[in-house]
């Protein structure tokens, strides 16, 4: 049988040195092709046509690139310097120009060349590009001759030429032969079908073998982009389908039922509320509250904008576990937000959070703060009645994860800020089946990449802000305008004067004499970033500022340290606040009126954005001034543009996805592979998304083993067995 292998192996998994010479092997498994599958899934980056020149215009220094293009010119002339002769080819793509140069020590080797790159001749050219003179060039490209349009037939004019990620040893044709000739081997029976038969037929896709000939072999442009939809839809509702069934099987065991007592803690609270929630909080308290009260555990993501009031939220369902007898914990992402939520919980609770204590309510219950700066008497005291079930809300770092934590009756646990945690620490907290988990984030992603990344939760949305919120100005500030820069002191200064505070945020904490973070090309047109240390140094010379105490606060303080700082600049005391972006999540100083971004164009949109957010929580209106050294018409320039357009973190999301290089939207991992999804587009599939989650779900509730959709079964399994970093390339 041909689909075998003699050691059982079916093609798909076969080595490809079983196939292919043993050169072409190698060079393939040097870019990380091994199995006919690894070479078969290695897409072809796009396609061009014959006379359709891939425009030269796109190279770039250091870059491996495939052109097509003509030769213009050829000579061979000796060397000036050493012995041996030069070959330079100039070819042109009709706009822009390129050379290519052939060393030897002979003319014998140029002469084959240049016999073979006539002028005129339209050929693929495939090499790093390289800067000679200010100009760019080919070395010793590899290059393959096209024939001409004439001596063609017109089905092969047609036909588009795929054009392979390559390597510079391996040269799109390299692997477009090998391609080949795997192909000519490859049956259908070799390609299993992952899509179940009535989901090909309701979205009329190609089948798996029929895609992987028109992905490589495409006899026009609808075949490829035929096979593109199909890619797209099997990644997506394999995806879709790992979500549904994650979020089936932590929902399948029961969770003990939570319903809101009219008499207990949580009724108390909510009677002594100095303000009145808004819709949103009341709408979505009622859903939590209805999860609660049911058998099968919450899983639920609220997403919420920036000062939208999801503590509050957070803080009602969990006392209402407490009043069932449960506990509950508050995983923040860093010992300054978990001591600011510590602090703003006990005191929102008063004596209820005093219960045991004399003096505390009848019906009051213990709140604990565990971080990994906890003295050791203190952490034994707090895991000694966690473990007996005092604590009634723990409210702490990823140090609640370590396994000398036991929360015996712990029944809902609350991350907040979650898009720092990743979901096998979201999923650590859920010691014991059946605890109830409720997910913060305070940055809105787009809905495409809620349902992708949050896929298995339900989802909860605060969209409007508590009443009396203030306006809030953005101003971009070009950071060369030294007059400009030097207003924006001043009204710190005013601010300040006036009873506010401001936050001044730089994206490093010492100056560093060798800016590797900037590229050579960027370099030259700016400073180093700003940091913290110098920044002080700066503002405390600064006379718009004299008398005024300027405070630190960086990631890299001690937590008393950092306490100390956050009381004084809260309290007045140091009113001025030079801080990385360890300020982003969370940090609620309703004073806090001005907040100055130096290096703005550094920063990603929904950083900006939580950054923002840190001001206009009281009182007073807010001013938000971004210095930023991004010239017009870039990327990050078009990123604070949008920033400055609007406060609404559920627009920002989008706006930030249409900005983002697709690359970029789920991230790059540590080891630069791509994500596994590589044809779904969170930007422009949101509609493939959307259906395939109904698809994916409406399967799980027919059959949640999959056992009716063996192929289907086998993708989902396969990718549950990648992580979640390997699976959506995030790090
Ligand atoms: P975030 O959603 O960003 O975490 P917080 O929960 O920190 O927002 O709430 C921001 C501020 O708004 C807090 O000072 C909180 O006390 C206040 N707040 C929350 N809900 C309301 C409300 N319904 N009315 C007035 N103020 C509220
Ligand atoms: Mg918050």
């Known amino acids: 049988m041909k689909a075998v292998a003699s050691d059982g192996l079916t093609l798909m998994e076969t080595g490809l040195y079983r196939i292919l010479g043993a050169r072409t092997a190698k060079a393939l498994d040097k870019l990380g092709l091994e199995t006919v599958r690894d070479l078969l899934e290695h897409a072809p980056r796009r396609y061009v046509h014959r006379g359709e020149l891939v425009p030269l215009s796109h190279a770039v220094e250091g870059e491996n690139v495939t052109v097509v293009a003509r030769v213009l010119d050829t000579s061979v002339r000796p060397m000036n310097a050493r012995r041996g002769f030069l070959l330079k080819v100039v070819i042109s793509d009709g706009m822009y120009d390129m050379s290519l140069t052939f060393f030897a020590s002979s003319s014998r080797p140029l002469a084959f060349h240049q016999s073979k790159l006539q002028k005129g001749t339209l050929a693929t050219f495939s090499g790093t590009v390289s800067s000679y003179r200010g100009a760019l060039q080919l070395t010793h490209p590899e290059y393959q001759v096209l024939e001409d349009e004439e001596d063609v037939d017109e089905e092969d004019i047609a036909r588009p030429l795929p054009l392979y990620p390559a390597g510079v040893k391996v040269p799109t044709w390299t692997i477009e032969k090998a391609v080949g000739a795997v192909l000519d081997q490859l049956t259908p029976q070799d390609v299993k079908e992952t899509l179940p038969e009535d989901y090909r037929k309701r979205y009329e896709l190609l089948g798996s073998y029929e895609a992987l000939l028109a992905l490589h072999r495409p006899k026009t442009d609808a075949d490829w982009q035929q096979a593109h939809t199909r890619m797209k839809h099997e990644e997506a509702l394999v995806l879709q389908t790992v979500l549904a069934q994650r979020a089936h099987e932590t929902t399948a065991v029961d969770s003990e039922p939570r319903p809101r007592l009219n008499d207990g803690i949580a009724a108390e609270f909510d009677s002594r509320l100095p303000f009145e929630l808004t819709e949103g909080q009341k709408k979505v308290g009622q859903e939590i509250e209805k999860d609660l009260s049911s058998r099968r555990p919450m899983n639920r993501l609220l997403q919420g904008d920036v000062g939208s009031g999801k503590t509050i939220v957070a803080l009602r369902a969990m006392l209402q576990v407490v009043d069932g007898g449960g506990q509950a914990a508050l995983l923040a992402p860093t010992e300054v937000l978990a001591e600011q939520h510590y602090r703003s919980i006990l005191s929102m609770l008063g004596d209820l959070a005093q219960g045991g204590m004399f003096g505390g309510s009848t019906i009051g219950t213990r709140v604990d703060l565990l971080t990994g700066s906890l003295g050791a008497q203190a952490k034994r005291n707090v895991l000694g009645r966690l473990a007996g079930g005092e604590t009634g809300i723990i409210v702490g770092t990823h140090a609640l994860l370590s396994d000398s934590v036991q929360i015996p009756f712990l029944s809902l646990a609350v991350v907040d800020e979650q898009h720092r945690f990743g979901v096998d620490q979201r999923d650590a907290l859920r010691t014991s089946p059946g605890v109830n988990l409720l997910v913060m984030t305070a940055t809105p992603i787009p809905r495409t990449m809620a349902m992708t990344v949050f896929g298995d939760l339900d989802v909860s949305e605060l969209t409007e802000l508590p009443g009396g919120r203030q306006e809030v100005s953005t101003t971009i500030v070009p950071a060369s305008k030294?007059?400009?820069?030097?207003?924006?002191?001043?009204?710190?200064?005013?601010?300040?004067?006036?009873?506010?505070?401001?936050?001044?945020?730089?994206?490093?904490?010492?100056?560093?004499?060798?800016?590797?973070?900037?590229?050579?090309?960027?370099?030259?047109?700016?400073?180093?970033?700003?940091?913290?240390?110098?920044?002080?140094?700066?503002?405390?010379?600064?006379?718009?500022?004299?008398?005024?105490?300027?405070?630190?606060?960086?990631g890299q303080m001690s937590s008393e340290e950092k306490t100390a700082a956050m009381a004084a600049f809260q309290s007045g005391e140091i009113p001025i606040l030079v801080a990385t972006t360890v300020v982003e999540v969370g940090v609620d100083v309703p004073d806090a009126t001005a907040m100055v971004i130096l290096d703005a164009d550094r920063f990603g949109l929904s950083q900006l954005h939580q950054l923002r957010g840190r001001i206009g929580r009281g009182r007073k209106p807010g001013i938000c001034l971004a210095l930023s050294w991004a010239p017009p018409g870039t990327l990050a320039s078009d990123r604070l543009d949008a920033f400055a357009s609007t406060r609404d973190g559920f627009v920002l999301a989008e706006k930030d996805l249409e900005l983002r290089r697709e690359g970029d939207v789920l991230g790059t991992s540590q080891s630069g592979s791509r994500s596994h999804l590589k044809f779904l587009s969170m930007r422009k599939d949101g509609k493939i998304i959307g259906s395939a989650r109904a698809d994916a779900i409406a399967y799980i509730e027919t059959d949640h083993t999959l056992k009716q959709w063996p192929g289907l079964q086998d993708a989902v399994t396969t990718a549950r067995t990648l992580t979640e970093t390997d699976y959506l390339g995030r790090n």
Do not use: H, K, Y
Request: charged content about 25%.
């Open 482 to 554: 030294t007059t400009w820069v030097n207003r924006v002191w001043e009204r710190v200064g005013e601010e300040v004067r006036a009873g506010g505070r401001a936050f001044v945020i730089c994206p490093r904490i010492t100056p560093t004499e060798n800016p590797t973070l900037l590229e050579d090309s960027e370099a030259e047109s700016r400073p180093p970033l700003a940091s913290v240390d110098e920044i002080i140094e700066q503002l405390q010379a600064n006379s718009d500022l004299a008398g005024l105490v300027i405070g630190r606060l960086t």
